[in-house]
């Protein structure tokens, strides 16, 4: 069966939770891939023989992370496409000009169609300016993050996921600075001319990696109520520590009460940055079952796992989502 436009689903049934697979790169990582490298998670698809050779190890193992986070009820899912921007696989890869990169995204966006299904969404996922430089846990874009150009650093990856038909949303993941957030927000309908959501990169503290307070990310909307693209559908937090999500969220369904909000935690370990590793935490206090049903309550419309979080964690999150909604 063929699914509904997001906007539609999201607008008539105002009941429905979507949920979002879990953290691609970390469980490509889990599966043996070695994602440390410039382009992250993509590096599968950088790969000639991914492309060339049906049973490669990159190919069945991208493949049965998709099948898995099916499996688990997953009914929303990413490109893996995080660390794809033109500048990060033309400065990192043999691919160079932008009709190579062209190419690149299109056989990625079908393949993951193909992985999913005609049934399913397909998020076409956007890493932060940040993360191109390492910097979307530090929120620190220099001296004057005003004066980046975003829209020239984010174009040939939108524009390539704007014309796709494969592409349900696109995901600008993981923000961590309040310039790059009302970049986002001051693109028309010309510039983002499919439905997006902006998920941000959130201390456990509640705030912006770069300090700002979520009452002032939603001072940002609301000043800007008349002039917002029509194409932006939710706002939410990815990539921010398990136990704080559900507060988090809350505190941004205060401000925004009328906003469809998704949220995809960490799993509840913590990365030790200096050893380069992620620790089990001890303190892990909540379930699934607990945080889903305050994301609920709290205007989630979407909602997954981001790093670490494995099948086995959107199994239970997909358990919760069908009791509460
Ligand atoms: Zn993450």
Redo the contacts with the bound molecule.
């Keep these: 069966m063929e699914r509904p436009p997001l906007k539609e689903l999201l607008r008539d049934n105002s009941k429905q939770v979507l949920v979002l697979d879990g953290?691609q790169?970390?469980e490509l990582e889990n599966r043996g891939i070695n994602v440390a490298n410039p382009v992250w998670s993509t590096i599968p698809f950088i790969n000639e023989s991914f492309w060339l050779d049906k049973s490669s190890f990159y190919r069945n193992t991208v493949e049965d992370v998709f099948k898995d986070f099916i499996a688990s009820g997953a009914n929303i899912l990413m490109t893996i496409t995080y660390q794809a921007s033109f500048k990060s696989v033309s400065e990192n890869t043999p691919i160079k000009d932008l009709s190579q990169y062209n190419d690149l995204l299109t056989n990625i966006v079908k393949f993951c169609r193909s992985c999913i299904g005609p049934e399913r969404y397909l998020i076409g996922s956007i890493g932060p300016w940040g993360a191109h430089v390492c910097c979307e846990f530090t929120g620190d874009y220099g001296q004057h993050p005003e004066n980046i150009d975003y829209y020239q650093y984010f174009k040939p990856q939108l524009d390539n996921f704007n014309m796709n038909e494969e592409v349900d949303l696109i995901g600008f993941?993981?923000i961590p600075n309040i310039h790059e957030v009302e970049a986002i927000l001051s693109w028309d309908e010309k510039i983002l001319s499919k439905p997006f959501y902006i998920g941000l990169s959130v201390h456990k503290t509640g705030v912006l990696r770069d300090g700002t307070t979520m009452e002032e990310v939603a001072d940002l909307i609301k000043r800007r109520e008349d002039k917002l693209n029509p194409n932006f559908l939710l706002l939410g937090i990815?990539?921010v520590s398990f136990n704080e999500s559900a507060d988090i969220l809350q505190q941004l369904h205060k401000c925004l009460p009328n906003m469809p909000l998704l949220v995809?935690p960490?799993s509840g370990e913590i990365y030790d940055t200096e050893l380069k590793i992620w620790k089990q935490s001890a303190d892990k206090l909540h379930s699934w079952d607990s945080m889903v049903r305050r994301y609920i309550e709290n205007g989630a419309r979407i909602v997954g796992g981001?790093?670490?979080t494995s099948p086995k964690d959107i199994a239970e999150v997909s358990v919760a989502v069908d009791k509460y909604s």
């Design positions: 953290g790169g970390t993941e993981t990815n990539c995809y960490n981001c790093c670490r």
